[in-house]
């Protein structure tokens, strides 16, 4: 993230410090999930715990500068799926974009789902950013009659992060093709009666 406007600029010895603990962040994260102590993370740098408090003065603090760009691409993809000629798909291609960025590590389909809703949270505006792309998306394929209309937004983003949930707890070895087929029973279900829409997944 950028550096709040009219703030002292970091010294480069900062600087340098805050990047080496999120590259080993991201490491850490993927390899023992969100819940990776913070004290390995700081130690694995070389640096004490109280470094990487001064940067990152909570876990959720740690987690926003790690996934900030991640976040932000699928709201950006999200707004630009608004033009795709087909409201359905591009609702269902960002649902696949958004279930494999929440899955990245162990444990962030957990942390998005209360992050969402506690407004203190230093996640929390990433988040929204993702579910008002997410609830714009469903709202045009609505309206264009390939999504039923008594889904809300809310509800859409409850099921999609169940499906996050079960596919984090799977790998792709034990449950080959186990995300097109959690994404089609779902698409199936939120299909009005004869509109003949195929799953995500199967040929039109």
Partial sequence: MSETAGARPMRADAR????????????AFAARGTGASLEDIAGRCGLGIGTLYRHFPTRQALLEAVLFEQFSALAVSGRDLLHHRSARE???????AFVSTTTTYRGLTATLTATLRDRTSELHAS?????????????????AGGIRPDIEATEFLTLISGIAWAHEQA???????????????????????GN?????????
Avoid: Y
């Avoid at 591009?90 to 696949?96: H, N, S």
């Avoid at 003949?196 to 039109?204: E, I, L």
């Fill in 90 to 96: 591009a609702l269902i291609t960002w649902t696949r």
């Fill in 16 to 27: 340098r410090n805050k990047e080496r603990l999120l590259a080993e962040a991201r490491v």
């Fill in 171 to 193: 790998t792709s070895t034990d449950h080959p093709g186990q995300l097109d087929r959690l994404l089609g029973m779902v698409f199936d279900g939120l299909t009005p009666t």
């Fill in 196 to 204: 003949g829409h195929s799953s995500p997944g199967k040929s039109s």
């Fill in 127 to 143: 988040c929204e950013a993702m579910r008002d792309a997410g609830a714009g998306l469903l709202a045009r394929a609505q309206r």
